[in-house]
Each structure stands twice: as C-alpha cells, then as structure tokens.
C-alpha cells in the first residue's frame, strides 16, 4: 500500500530564506507526482505536475524534482515571501485512474 | 485553468439530517469525478470516484450508503451525507477529470461540513 509522507510537518522561516520541503513515497511504481498549496479553509491549487518520467519542473520561484527510484521528492521555494505562507502537499497517481494519494502536508509560515 | 464550483462553501447542520453537496466543472465535461475529504489537520483521503452515468466506485472503509454519490451529467455531480453525525463533520473537495485529457487534477473550492 502506498503511503507518502511530507517532512518536516511545520515549518517557520524569515522572508527571503531559500526552503526545501520533502515528500517520500513507499512504492516507486508511480504515474506521475504533484505538488499543491493549500490555502486555510480552502481548496487545493496545483503547482506542479511531474511525469514519471521527468527529473523536475520549474514555474518562477518553486522548482520540483522527482527521484523516483529513492522514492522521494522535494519542492524548492526560492526568494520566499509572506504570501508564500500555506500548507504545501504533496500527491502520487498510481495509475490512469488518477486517483491521488496525499501526503499530511507541510505547513509553512513565512515571517516579514 | 478550469473552473470547478461546490456549493454550499459551508453548512453546519443537525445530527440525523442529510447534506447535499453540488459540483460543477462549468468549462469542461467531466467524465470521472473524484470526491475526497479532509479531516481537521489531516491530508485528503479519496472517498469515491464516479463516472457519468454509472455508479460510484467507493474506497475502502466508505460506507456508499451514508454517502451517495450521483453523477448524472458531465457537468455536475452531487455527494449527500445521508443522517450526518457529528464525526462526518470534514471538509469535502471534488475534483472532475477533464476528459480525455491527462493533465492537472482541478479541485473545487471545498465544502466545510459541521454537524452538531
């Protein structure tokens, strides 16, 4: 059974800190991974999708990268910013089905 | 990017009543709808997928006669808590897959349930 698990839980930085956050899943066999903010009280926003046979991705200041076969991910925020502040997780798809196995997620606090 | 609508956004209800959860995609036919829920402080865990037309699939330790999923267009599909109790109190996301397509999932904005 897959399990995915984000670490650390929580996290509080100052603005501007370069930041890491990580995602290990238990079975490499996946479809492709994805990487989603949640904002408190609200749904989910996409942030990047990575193919299973993809290294990374990048979009402005975030960039993700996929090591399948270690079972791991990290999502890396560049320049953070206050509104930066939500709970990052992360998601594996098995199959074409597209269902996603979540992560607990990562929540993240940038300071002014 | 895609538009997906619940509604209500949040409902706060009685013990024993049921609850009606509404999603749309309102630019695209969803042909699979995934329904998940968030347990305070917890991640998304899939309740079900349904596809148009037919019955949902329910994953394990979901009871699919507490919770009744219909998929009766490729617009809109519905999940009722039937006799809600005060530990369905989550919040519920849905998500419609685009058709055809594999791309991004697109999340509805989520429907915060409490039962008192």
């Known amino acids: 059974k897959q399990e995915v698990t984000q670490i650390p839980a929580a996290l509080s930085v100052p603005e501007g800190e370069n930041l890491v956050l990580n995602c290990s899943f238990t079975?490499?066999?996946?479809?492709?991974l994805q990487w989603f903010r949640q904002d408190p009280g609200k749904g989910l926003t996409s942030l990047l999708l990575?193919?299973?046979?993809?290294r990374e991705q990048t979009s402005g200041r975030l960039n993700a990268s996929l090591d399948k076969s270690s079972g791991r991910s990290t999502l890396y925020i560049a320049a953070s910013q206050p509104g930066d502040s939500a709970t990052y997780l992360c998601?594996?798809?098995?199959?074409?089905?597209?269902?996603?196995?979540f992560g607990s997620g990562t929540r993240l606090l940038v300071r002014p | 990017g895609a538009v997906v609508s619940q509604h209500p956004s949040r409902v706060i209800c009685k013990s024993g009543t049921s609850v009606k959860i509404e999603c749309r995609s309102l630019?695209?036919?969803?042909?699979?709808m995934f329904w998940y829920r968030q347990f305070p402080k917890q991640s998304l865990m899939l309740m079900a997928t349904?596809?148009?037309?037919?019955?949902?699939?329910?994953e394990q330790g979901v009871e699919k006669d507490k919770f009744l999923i219909n998929h009766a267009s490729l617009t809109l599909s519905t999940l009722t808590v039937t006799s809600a109790h005060p530990e369905d109190s989550s919040f519920y996301i849905c998500?419609?897959?685009?058709?055809?397509?594999?791309?991004?999932?697109?999340f509805g904005p989520g429907t915060r349930l409490l039962v008192l």
């Open positions: 630019d695209f036919q969803a042909t699979t």
């Open positions: 998601a594996v798809i098995m199959d074409s089905s597209y269902k996603l196995i």
């Open positions: 079975d490499s066999a996946i479809y492709n």
């Open positions: 998500t419609p897959r685009k058709q055809g397509v594999r791309e991004t999932q697109y």
């Open positions: 349904s596809n148009e037309g037919s019955k949902a699939t329910y």
């Open positions: 990575i193919q299973s046979s993809q």
